[in-house]
């Protein structure tokens, strides 16, 4: 049966690898859904929840140990601009914890037996601003401010009992810094992902900088990248490992490019199950996909990495 309480998925991780899932918004889309909003998938934990649950579902049933919330654009913020007044806001936060939980159990009433996790996703600043900076980084905001935007959605996310919080395509040290602030004293364990350019942060910092702080935080239990290209994985594992000593979190795109203005992708896919396994050996230990990666990948990463498991 599925379970979010033995063991920690700290322990997972120290003990060999574990499957995250896949990206959201593509499976939402695949079901027909239309997120051409401000809010992305974030919309459909008001509109449409039952939709949510089932693409959370989808990920467990094709190997996934981990699912991140649809959090990722869901801020107060955010909702404000939609009609939705505070407490609303903070419910459908709440809601999105609830939504992969209630995943998870569905899992487990369908024959899943290994332990399965909830990760609630704290998107960057950037993904509020819903304009595409999230792959720029470099807002004009302060560490301070930027921790006092984060600290109040974290605060609700913490409470609402995920195992994990996911502080996620992160374009930008100094955001890291202050997301590293923002979750002290929560009591809830986080991983902290940047999206890349190469060997350096999409802001331009160098990952050996962008991941030192996280070194030192007892809250972090993985730091790596995701929504980034496949090939740019390798060397981010290798720098994380060696920065932080923690187990590396990587789940890429699938390869093809984000048109933040035609708010569309293209190019090809690059992404493959055979990559994943160098990048064990390399150091990542929770490896899954981000955009336009689906259930199908998920299912290959599952049979690279846990064969028969």
Same mark, same amino acid.
């Not at 997120?35 to 949510?52: C, K, M, Y």
């Not at 505070?86 to 939980?101: D, I, K, N, Q």
């Not at 810094?177 to 364990?189: H, K, N």
């Given at each position: ?8 998925? #700290? !322990?997972? *991780?120290?003990?060999?690898? &574990?499957? =995250? ?5 593509? /499976?939402?889309?695949? $079901? @027909? ?55 609303? #806001? !903070?419910? *459908?936060?709440?809601?999105? &914890?609830? =939504? ?5 159990? /569905?899992?487990?009433? $369908? @024959? ?198």
């Amino acid at each position: 049966m599925a379970s979010n309480t033995s063991p920690s998925l #700290a !322990a997972a *991780l120290a003990a060999g690898a &574990v499957v =995250l899932d896949g990206g959201m918004s593509n /499976q939402l889309e695949s $079901a @027909g859904h239309d997120l051409s909003d401000e809010l992305w998938s974030a919309r459909l934990l008001a509109e449409r929840p039952e939709a949510v649950a089932e693409a959370h579902l989808a990920y467990f049933l094709a190997g996934a140990d981990v699912a991140i919330t649809a959090s990722y654009q869901a801020t107060f913020e955010g909702f404000a601009r939609r009609g939705h007044g505070r407490e609303e #806001a !903070a419910r *459908l936060l709440r809601l999105s &914890v609830e =939504l992969a939980r209630e995943a998870a159990g /569905q899992a487990g009433e $369908a @024959g899943v037996e290994r332990p399965l996790w909830v990760a609630a996703s704290v998107g960057p600043y950037g993904a509020m601003l819903a304009d595409g900076s999230e792959y720029r980084g470099r807002y004009g905001l302060s560490g301070i401010e930027l921790e006092r935007f984060h600290r109040p959605r974290i605060e609700v996310l913490a409470a609402a009992a995920p195992d994990v919080l996911a502080l996620e395509t992160v374009p930008d040290a100094d955001e890291g810094t202050a997301l590293l602030r923002a979750i002290r004293g929560l009591g809830v364990p986080a991983w902290l992902s940047y999206t890349v350019d190469g060997r350096r942060t999409r802001a331009g910092q160098p990952l050996e900088d962008a991941f030192a702080p996280a070194a030192d935080a007892d809250e972090v239990i993985a730091v790596g990248v995701n929504c980034c290209a496949p090939e740019d994985v390798a060397p981010a594992v290798e720098i994380a490992a060696r920065v932080t000593g923690k187990p590396v979190v990587v789940y890429p795109n699938s390869g093809e490019a984000w048109d933040a203005e035609a708010r569309a992708w293209t190019g090809r896919t690059r992404f493959g199950a055979e990559q994943v396994e160098a990048w064990r050996e390399s150091g990542a230990r929770l490896i899954g996909g981000c955009c336009r990666v689906g259930p199908d990948a998920i299912a290959s990463i599952r049979a690279t990495l846990r064969p028969g498991a």
